[in-house]
């Protein structure tokens, strides 16, 4: 699961690329926002690889989540926003699309990180678990061989 999230991070950072290449929207505002958002993607995607890298413990993990949501969030606004106002051609339905698309990639990746993490989570409890009962079944046999 953790190695799709980053995969859907790349993806999501590649459309927004995409989106900033083409969208030619004549006002500077737009352009800027467009360009912060490839930079706070950018972000993101630092933050997914960082702790595969660095071997970062949950709360990271978590963070790095966290973002995502934001991302998902700022990339669907965006589209909502930009995409009634530059029209509605093929071209310009297409691109709103692929900000869509972002967005939703970014939702997943932020779903598939905090799924990963309980599951490590549950697998390192179900373990501590285990070597309890391990350790307790030893220290019985050991009074029933004395």
């Not at 939703?104 to 993490?117: E, G, R």
């Amino acid at each position: 699961m953790a190695i799709a999230a980053v995969v859907f991070s790349i993806l999501s950072t590649v459309l927004a690329w995409i989106l900033l290449a083409v969208y030619m929207l004549d006002t500077v505002a737009a352009q800027v926002i467009l360009a912060l958002l490839l930079a706070i993607n950018l972000v993101g995607l630092v933050l997914f690889q960082i702790p595969w890298c660095c071997q970062k413990g949950p709360c990271f993990l978590y963070t790095a989540g966290g973002f995502a949501v934001i991302l998902f969030l700022a990339m669907l606004a965006l589209g909502l926003a930009v995409g009634p106002t530059v029209g509605y051609s093929v071209y310009m339905i297409i691109m709103w699309a692929f900000g869509n698309a972002g967005a939703i990639c970014w939702l997943v990746s932020a779903v598939l990180m905090f799924v990963h993490v309980r599951s490590v989570e549950q697998a390192e409890s179900k373990q501590e678990q285990a070597n309890k009962d391990n350790a307790a079944s030893d220290v019985d046999l050991k009074k029933q061989q004395a």
